[in-house]
């Protein structure tokens, strides 16, 4: 018999792993893109993925948005449409049917958007999420079908819609295919307009291609979150067309406000009380009694200085 074949080593294999198994996970702290704070990720999740040090806006994922707009973080997801997944077979480094599962995989959702319906101090809502970590927002057939298909509900349920959005553009993987859905969204669009009833859009980061040259910026109201990326072409091509310097911050969300783009920059922990007041005013609802008075980024503030908030947002999260 071995003694130490069969004994020492098995026990020396249990101590490693026993102390790797102790080791601090690599995800419990996150670094600031903005000013390189590292955060822990208690903190962050408390901040609304807001940096507490410099107000930076990361991004926020598609459930926990529709959590803190809703009242009470509770809200009814709508089915996923079923649309074809490879209309067109397409395939560059990798097959796009390949690409599909791994975000499938990497997020838990069919495609970019998810709608859902709840309230928002007591007023029915329908909200939708075009989140960036499924392909980069891109807009596709499955996310055209989606949209449309929740402006459908919102007109029979009547109830205004509000769409957080964040998306390279259209989807090359599906050509005109995903083209086509910019026209039929803004019929959507159109539908919603007929029917009286609100579409707010709010604009994150980052916002670009046919996404912001179609439905959102098609909005009654449109919010944008501070320091969004918000454009069509990027400012490196744009420089290359023209061959001329761009301004300092062209295309960030408080540019746009200083040149009548969008209508207001609100910081991430006032945005739910300003969405509740724009859509009660809107559809000429009683307002509801907010503790707190929302913080609106004006054109001057927003340049060159951190965002703050009056006390606590949505979930209880306040600045610090």
């Known amino acids: 018999m071995n003694w130490i074949a069969n004994f020492v080593r098995p026990r020396i294999k249990n101590l490693i792993g026993a102390a790797r198994s102790s080791e601090t996970p690599e995800n419990l702290w996150r670094k600031c893109p903005a000013c390189g704070e590292m955060i822990f990720h208690r903190d ?118 509000v769409l957080f959005v964040s998306s390279g553009g259209a989807r090359m993987q599906e050509g005109l295919l995903s083209l086509m859905q910019m026209p039929r969204v803004t019929i959507g669009v159109d539908l919603l307009k007929e029917a009286g009833l609100p579409y707010v859009v709010v604009l994150t980061d980052p916002t670009t291609g046919g996404v912001s040259a179609s439905y959102a910026m098609l909005g009654d109201v449109h919010i944008a979150e501070p320091g969004a990326l918000i454009g069509f072409a990027g400012q490196r091509v744009i420089e290359q067309t023209i061959r001329e310097r761009l301004p300092e911050g062209f295309q960030r969300a408080e540019y746009l406000l200083d040149h009548g783009m969008v209508d207001m920059v609100v910081h991430r922990h006032e945005l739910r009380a300003t969405l509740s007041r724009t859509l009660h005013m809107l559809m000429k609802r009683p307002k509801p009694k907010v503790r707190s008075i929302p913080q609106t980024i004006t054109a001057e503030a927003a340049r060159g200085t951190p965002a703050k908030t009056n006390g606590a947002g949505a979930n209880g999260a306040g600045a610090r």
């Not at 997020?107 to 329908?126: E, F, K, S």
């Open 44 to 161: 962050l999740d408390s901040a609304q993925q807001v940096c507490p040090q410099c107000g930076h806006h990361l991004r926020l994922g598609a459930a926990e948005r529709l959590a803190s707009f809703f009242d009470g973080g509770i809200y009814e997801e709508l089915p996923a449409p079923q649309v074809v997944s490879d209309p067109l077979r397409f395939r560059d480094q990798k097959r796009y049917s390949d690409r599909i599962k791994e975000a499938r995989t990497k997020t838990g959702r069919q495609d970019a958007l998810v709608a859902a319906r709840g309230t928002i101090d007591g007023l029915p809502v329908m909200a939708a999420v075009q989140a960036f970590d499924f392909m980069g927002g891109s807009l596709g057939m499955a996310v055209g079908e989606a949209l449309v298909t929740a402006m459908l509900a919102a007109v029979q349920e009547k109830r205004p819609f």
